[in-house]
């Protein structure tokens, strides 16, 4: 087993390593080691757009970036660690996720910690949720990968993640938004992401003798950052992607009330219809039309609201009060 701790804590260099990896190394063992600065990774099938309050993320700058694995949407930051087993596909049960969470919980234990895995794939203490884990399998091999939330910031992981519910319509699988804790309550002070890491990798060198560390070489790196140029910071893929979904939303602005629905597909809006009680001087179907085929993102319907007279269709209003009704 090689024990990798990545040199970054940019979450798309982070996430493209796991993809990275798997070609590296296609058959050997590796315990994966990395902590993102603020950003929200979601699981390969969700919404994007449902599973986050994309108005908070883009004024706190916060990453949003796609993995590869199913599950629910996480919030990462410098007090939440992050681990990674790659091993062999067939070695062990796919829906198993005791045997690569046995260290995490042996270690817990050690530092008088009762935490235990309950339900499927999450470890709770004293019924409150520490760290949440997925898996994939791809190429001939498997990697299940989790969190461990130690001193991560409560209020942003909440407002981050915070939807209005009614916004969408859709298919994709919605995050079970469980109550959560971070580990500090528990562990024994001055025990933070950095010690943490050292003390889980203790624990992985005790249980494996042969494993070595490893550390990602410039050739390594840069064939990730070329990954992650054409992947993992595209909209494409960590908006495009998202299943297909309905969207609707009403605002109130001077102009009058304008609600807006729409079907989108793969990130592209097929059918928009607006309503409301604004007095528009042109047809509105007008404006309908010109939407299909635009992704459903902000940076292109401003470009499209740019090339148009908005008044013409709403009376006097800003192009930042409808861009408003459509995110």
Same mark, same amino acid.
């Given at each position: 087993?090689?024990?990798?701790?990545?040199?970054?804590?940019? %979450?798309?260099? =982070? #996430?493209?390593?796991?993809?990275? &990896?798997?070609?590296?190394?296609?058959?050997?063992?590796?315990?994966?080691?990395?902590?993102?600065?603020?950003?929200? #990774?979601?699981?390969?099938?969700?919404?994007?757009?449902?599973?986050? =309050?994309?108005?908070?993320?883009?004024?706190?700058?916060?990453?949003?970036?796609?993995?590869?694995?199913?599950?629910?949407?996480?919030?990462?930051?410098?007090?939440?660690? =992050?681990?990674? @087993?790659?091993?062999?596909?067939?070695?062990?049960?796919?829906?198993?996720?005791?045997? @690569?969470?046995?260290?995490?919980?042996? &270690?817990?234990?050690?530092?008088?910690?009762?935490?235990?895995?309950?339900?499927?794939?999450?470890?709770?203490?004293?019924?409150? *949720?520490?760290?949440?884990?997925?898996?994939? %399998?791809?190429?001939?091999?498997? !990697?299940?990968?989790?969190? #461990?939330? !130690?001193?991560?910031?409560?209020?942003?992981?909440?407002?981050?993640?915070?939807?209005?519910?009614?916004?969408?319509?859709?298919? %994709?699988? *919605?995050?079970?938004?469980?109550?959560?804790?971070?580990?500090?309550?528990?562990?024994?002070?001055?025990?933070?992401?950095?010690?943490?890491?050292?003390?889980?990798?203790?624990?992985? &060198?005790?249980?494996?003798?042969?494993?070595?560390?490893?550390?990602?070489?410039?050739?390594?790196?840069?064939?990730?950052?070329?990954?992650?140029?054409?992947?993992?910071?595209?909209?494409?893929?960590? @908006?495009?992607?998202?299943?297909?979904?309905?969207?609707?939303?009403?605002?109130?602005?001077? %102009?009058?009330? !304008?609600?807006?629905?729409?079907?989108?597909?793969?990130?592209?809006?097929?059918?928009?219809?607006?309503?409301?009680?604004?007095?528009?001087?042109?047809?509105?179907?007008?404006?309908?039309?010109?939407?299909?085929?635009?992704?459903?993102?902000?940076?292109?319907?401003?470009?499209?609201?740019?090339?148009?007279?908005?008044?013409?269709?709403?009376?006097?209003?800003?192009?930042?009060?409808?861009?408003?009704?459509?995110?």
């Amino acid at each position: 087993m090689y024990i990798i701790d990545s040199p970054s804590n940019n %979450a798309y260099f =982070n #996430i493209a390593a796991e993809e990275f &990896l798997l070609t590296r190394f296609p058959t050997q063992d590796l315990f994966l080691l990395y902590v993102n600065a603020p950003s929200i #990774i979601v699981g390969k099938f969700q919404n994007t757009l449902a599973e986050i =309050n994309l108005d908070y993320v883009k004024e706190k700058g916060i990453k949003v970036v796609r993995r590869m694995s199913g599950g629910g949407t996480v919030y990462h930051d410098l007090g939440n660690l =992050n681990f990674s @087993f790659h091993t062999v596909l067939g070695k062990h049960d796919f829906m198993d996720f005791s045997v @690569f969470t046995e260290p995490v919980l042996t &270690l817990l234990d050690r530092l008088g910690v009762p935490a235990v895995l309950q339900g499927r794939n999450d470890l709770l203490v004293d019924g409150r *949720k520490f760290s949440g884990n997925a898996k994939l %399998a791809r190429q001939g091999k498997m !990697i299940q990968h989790g969190t #461990i939330l !130690i001193d991560s910031e409560m209020e942003i992981l909440a407002q981050a993640l915070k939807v209005n519910p009614l916004k969408f319509i859709d298919k %994709a699988t *919605k995050s079970n938004r469980a109550r959560v804790v971070n580990l500090k309550e528990y562990l024994p002070g001055g025990t933070g992401t950095e010690e943490m890491k050292n003390l889980l990798t203790e624990e992985i &060198l005790r249980n494996n003798p042969g494993a070595k560390r490893y550390s990602l070489t410039e050739d390594d790196v840069a064939r990730i950052e070329k990954l992650v140029a054409e992947k993992y910071e595209t909209w494409d893929w960590n @908006f495009g992607f998202s299943p297909n979904y309905n969207y609707r939303k009403a605002i109130k602005v001077p %102009a009058g009330f !304008i609600e807006v629905h729409l079907d989108v597909v793969k990130g592209v809006i097929e059918k928009a219809k607006i309503f409301g009680d604004f007095f528009a001087a042109h047809p509105i179907e007008e404006l309908e039309n010109r939407l299909i085929g635009k992704k459903h993102e902000e940076k292109d319907l401003r470009e499209l609201f740019s090339e148009l007279n908005l008044t013409d269709y709403f009376g006097k209003v800003s192009a930042d009060e409808i861009i408003e009704a459509f995110f």
